[in-house]
């Protein structure tokens, strides 16, 4: 595609329900980002995927947070068993090789932005 | 903790004026520093990535340089147009971490008025 492409746009959830995000990376994309924004901060780290391997969790708050991306290509992150502390805008992004440098940048999606009642 | 800060928080300016926005990082052990712009509603773009060992990095009117033994950057903006208006963070990435595990800071709002 012609951009990183994130659905749903907004998702409102209760608390306690479970949730399923999912970005759509460019096209060839080797690496896959997701990042969680709170209102009025920058962006923080999740996860980090090279084709299909979760190279990097260390970001997921919890055990709640599992993201996945089997074929290496379209990822989902899940959240399950909701709290209004999730309430936030999940970024998700690619680039196109392994490693970032001058020429080879991240491409962000808009976002989902949650919120959980 | 590794912790990065910008200032100002938010900054006005008349169309057509230079600016200077800073960011502060509290570990010298960087690898890369990279500069993002966010508009409302919308994702990031990055706009320049300066690795550990560059001094500075330039793209038509912006220009971002680094001096780790300070542990800042700036991001100059020359002939500022309304089109600037967004909010501009930074984000730094430490040796030890993921390529994708960035450290951002909270953003400068910036408004350029016609």
């Known amino acids: 595609g012609a951009g990183v492409s994130q659905s749903p746009r907004y998702k409102v959830a209760k608390r306690g329900q479970d949730v399923a995000l999912r970005c759509d990376p460019i096209?060839?994309?080797?690496?896959l980002f997701w990042y969680q924004q709170a209102l009025g901060q920058g962006p923080e780290f999740l996860t980090y995927?090279?084709?299909?391997?979760?190279?990097?969790k260390s970001g997921l708050p919890s055990d709640r947070f599992f993201a996945e991306r089997p074929e290496g290509s379209v990822s989902t992150l899940k959240i399950q068993r909701t709290q209004q502390e999730d309430s936030a805008v999940y970024l998700c992004?690619?680039?196109?090789?392994?490693?970032?440098?001058?020429?080879?940048?991240?491409?962000f999606g808009s976002g989902t932005q949650l919120s959980v009642l | 903790k590794q912790e990065v800060t910008q200032i100002p928080a938010a900054l006005s300016v008349p169309e057509g004026e230079n600016l200077v926005l800073n960011c502060s990082f509290t570990?010298?052990?960087?690898?890369?520093l990279q500069w993002f712009r966010q508009d409302p509603g919308k994702g990031l773009t990055s706009l320049l990535l300066?690795?550990?060992?560059?001094r500075e990095q330039t793209s038509g009117r912006l220009n971002a340089s680094l001096d780790k033994s300070s542990g800042r950057s700036t991001l100059y903006i020359a002939a500022s147009q309304p089109g600037d208006s967004a909010t501009y963070l930074c984000?730094?990435?430490?040796?030890?971490?993921?390529?994708?595990?960035?450290?951002f800071g909270k953003g400068t709002k910036l408004s350029v008025k016609p």
């Open positions: 992004a690619s680039s196109r090789t392994e490693q970032l440098s001058t020429n080879e940048k991240l491409f």
């Open positions: 995927f090279q084709n299909e391997a979760q190279l990097d």
């Open positions: 300066i690795q550990s060992s560059q």
């Open positions: 096209s060839g994309h080797v690496s």
């Open positions: 984000a730094v990435r430490y040796y030890g971490g993921s390529q994708g595990n960035l450290i």
């Open positions: 570990d010298s052990a960087i690898y890369n």
